[in-house]
């Protein structure tokens, strides 16, 4: 088995274990984006351990395409600083911005991009999950306002609900969207395993 392959069981063992909560019946979660749904998924949970993490930086390493052009890694603050410093570790070249809900009045980055981006720069944009594209959508925003190209996005767990896909795929165009592992796969792994 090739490191990555068990990288990636890791991380989805790690989701499945940790950060998936199914609601009791008849109740809904209401997720950050705003929705209700029976099942939420927070990957924070997952990435605080050190097994796991460590995986993820090998697995979301592994998704890059050799040939993509990137020197800042950016996304909303919190869920993606986790997956934006695990790069910098491996890529210490790149530079890491967070992307906040609401400007500070206070400090030196007192805009809503927090750390180090210029015009011109090339972003790879990270996520811990992706719903309805709301904080990434505004990560794109930012971002292309600062006068930066987007050249990808990569998504720790895409719910694959609610349009967040379509939605970013269409802001980010010519840009691809990736995802590491989707709501359903990791509800299959939990069912596999008789996780409850």
Request: a positive charge; one cysteine or more; aromatic letters at 6%.
């Amino acid at each position: 088995m090739s490191y990555v392959v068990k990288a990636r069981e890791i991380v989805l063992q790690s989701l499945a274990e940790k950060a998936y909560k199914q609601a009791p019946r008849g109740k809904k979660f209401r997720l950050a984006s705003g929705k209700t749904s029976s099942v939420v998924v927070d990957a924070s949970l997952a990435m605080r351990y050190g097994t796991t993490f460590s995986a993820l930086k090998q697995v979301i390493d592994d998704m890059i395409p050799d040939n993509l052009e990137f020197n800042v890694v950016a996304g909303p603050a919190s869920g993606a600083d986790p997956l934006c410093s695990g790069l910098l570790e491996l890529w210490p070249e790149l530079r890491w911005c967070s992307i906040r809900k609401q400007a500070k009045n206070h400090g030196f980055d007192k805009g809503l991009i927090t750390g180090p981006i210029e015009k011109g720069d090339r972003v790879l944009l990270l996520e811990d999950v992706l719903t309805t594209g709301r904080s990434l959508g505004r990560a794109v925003d930012e971002v292309k306002s600062a006068g930066c190209i987007i050249v990808g996005a990569v998504v720790l767990v895409d719910r694959r609900e609610f349009g967040g896909r379509r939605t970013i795929e269409n802001l980010i165009k010519p840009a691809k969207l990736k995802s590491v592992f989707t709501l359903a796969e990791i509800r299959t792994f939990r069912k596999q395993h008789k996780i409850s």
